[in-house]
């Protein structure tokens, strides 16, 4: 039987040399989580939530699927937002892309890829909501903006879902904000789309 021992033998020094510099940390951690931030991205192996903001274990709620897609029939999704809303009382919810992501690269191909096809149907909407904006770039710029498209296209979704409108409307403060990351300098831009409010996810709503 393959036991992939090599994995446990890292855990166990990744967890000695943590003891080692705080002796409490782990019955610190296993006490409460008490998060301020949902994290939604993608299951990209090299997007790593907590060490792309360099924060440690219990800092980041986390959920993540191919190419960071918000959808209203996903329980699982859901149930993740109105955990950390409405449990944990985060602050702030994240929709964090990637460039080069691998989902939206497929979703750009008249290939099929089987089931995933299913999935990638979300992302070829945003293609077809913003063919004005895409028309005419080479293949990288496009891939770049759809990228940057499709997050924009999921923090609306998430806004739009009963759960935040829900908070917002018992007067929480919450904000959705739209980032995406570069694999290639560990780079995170901001894409100027936070929305705290109704009013200002009508503004979004509006200009988009």
């Known amino acids: 039987m ?5 994995l446990f033998d890292n855990n166990f020094r990744w967890a000695s040399q943590i003891k080692e510099k ?11 989580q008490a998060p301020e931030y949902l994290w939604i991205g993608c299951s990209d192996s090299r997007v790593p939530a907590n060490e792309i903001v360099d924060l440690p274990p219990g800092e980041v709620f986390v ?3 191919i190419a960071n897609v918000v959808v209203h029939t996903d329980l699982n999704c859901l149930s993740v937002i109105q955990y950390a809303v409405d449990v944990l009382r985060v602050k702030h919810i994240i929709v964090c892309g990637h460039y080069g992501c691998g989902g939206i690269k497929a979703a750009m191909e008249g290939q099929e890829h089987g089931l995933i096809d299913n999935w990638l149907r979300h992302i070829k909407d945003v293609y077809r909501f913003n063919a004005d904006k895409l028309r005419g770039l080479n293949g990288d710029e496009k891939l770049d903006l759809l990228c940057e498209l499709n997050v924009i296209e999921q923090v609306i979704n998430v806004c739009n879902s009963t759960i935040v409108q829900n908070a917002w409307e018992r007067g929480a403060k919450l904000a959705v904000h739209a980032w995406v990351y570069s694999i290639e ?6 894409l100027q789309t936070s929305i705290s409010s109704i009013e200002q996810l009508k503004e979004n709503q509006g200009a988009s």
């Open 63 to 65: 959920h993540r699927n």
């Open 185 to 190: 300098d560990g780079i995170l831009k901001d």
């Open 22 to 32: 705080n002796p409490d940390f782990f019955s610190h951690l296993s006490s409460q």
């Open 2 to 6: 393959r036991t992939l021992k090599h």
